[in-house]
């Protein structure tokens, strides 16, 4: 069985990226390379608007298509049971790296 590989970016590892002229990690990178709107909208039209140089980096590799902007739909409901420290948790990154 072959597998598609997908990455789903947030916006640090792609301002990052840009900042130390590492761009070029996601050309090579296998796979689809997506964000989602809103990470696009913090990095390139707010990035733009700061005058960060890696928003014009990071809307050169959209408009290549070498990443795509994909609407992300969840059906995540908060659950009233949960407590402070489990919500924040399950909205951690650490958690979803792990």
């Given at each position: 069985?072959?597998?598609?590989?997908?990455?789903?970016?947030?916006?640090?590892?792609?301002?990052?990226?840009?900042?130390?002229?590492?761009?070029?990690?996601?050309?090579?990178?296998?796979?689809?390379?997506?964000?989602?709107?809103?990470?696009?909208?913090?990095?390139?039209?707010?990035?733009?608007?700061?005058?960060?140089?890696?928003?014009?980096?990071?809307?050169?590799?959209?408009?290549?298509?070498?990443?795509?902007?994909v609407p992300v739909e969840s059906d995540f409901k908060f659950e009233p049971s949960c407590t402070k420290a489990n919500w924040t948790?399950?909205?951690?990154?650490?958690?979803?790296?792990?």
């Amino acid at each position: 069985m072959k597998y598609h590989k997908i990455w789903v970016f947030d916006s640090s590892p792609v301002i990052y990226l840009n900042k130390v002229g590492l761009a070029w990690v996601l050309e090579e990178l296998e796979g689809e390379k997506i964000v989602p709107p809103a990470v696009y909208e913090q990095v390139v039209p707010r990035g733009k608007a700061r005058g960060d140089a890696d928003a014009l980096l990071t809307e050169r590799l959209v408009e290549q298509g070498v990443i795509t902007v994909v609407p992300v739909e969840s059906d995540f409901k908060f659950e009233p049971s949960c407590t402070k420290a489990n919500w924040t948790y399950l909205r951690s990154p650490l958690r979803r790296a792990g």
